[in-house]
């Protein structure tokens, strides 16, 4: 499925985009795979760090640490939320451009000319 620009578009790029379905899907995938990695790495090294500021940092720096690092930590999980997010819209957009696709062909009739 793919559409062709407006004449008189300025874009320089190529007249016609395609929306290929499986390379969405295969996109959202990809996204899904390496979020999930991503946030274990995280998750790890979070627990590693929260470990060493427990046992081996004095307890007033620890907490002034902490205080640095939270919002750090709260904005890298919204982006693997944000991530995973995309990847479901993508994956439902392109479950849409099938069923679009299956309905245009099923409807779909010649206007006969004459």
Same mark, same amino acid.
């Given at each position: 499925?793919?559409? *062709?620009?407006? +004449?008189?578009?300025? /874009?320089?790029? =190529?007249?016609? +985009? *395609?929306?290929?379905? =499986?390379?969405?899907?295969?996109?959202?995938?990809? *996204?899904?795979? @390496?979020?999930? *990695?991503?946030?274990?790495?995280?998750?790890?090294? %979070?627990?590693?760090?929260?470990?060493?500021?427990?046992? @081996?940092?004095?307890?007033? %720096?620890? /907490?002034?640490?902490?205080?640095?690092? /939270?919002?750090?930590?709260?904005?890298?999980?919204?982006?693997?939320?944000?991530?995973?997010?995309?990847?479901?819209?993508?994956? +439902?957009?392109?479950?849409? +451009?099938?069923?679009?696709?299956?309905?245009?062909? @099923?409807?779909?009739?010649?206007?006969?000319?004459?």
């Amino acid at each position: 499925m793919g559409y *062709i620009k407006p +004449v008189g578009s300025t /874009d320089t790029s =190529s007249d016609l +985009v *395609i929306y290929s379905p =499986s390379q969405m899907r295969q996109t959202a995938a990809r *996204i899904l795979a @390496e979020v999930s *990695i991503a946030s274990q790495q995280h998750d790890t090294t %979070w627990r590693q760090l929260q470990d060493w500021l427990n046992h @081996e940092v004095d307890p007033a %720096w620890a /907490d002034v640490m902490r205080t640095c690092l /939270d919002p750090y930590v709260q904005r890298l999980r919204a982006s693997y939320g944000w991530l995973t997010d995309l990847a479901y819209a993508l994956s +439902v957009a392109a479950d849409f +451009v099938d069923q679009l696709d299956r309905q245009m062909g @099923e409807h779909f009739q010649p206007a006969s000319y004459r």
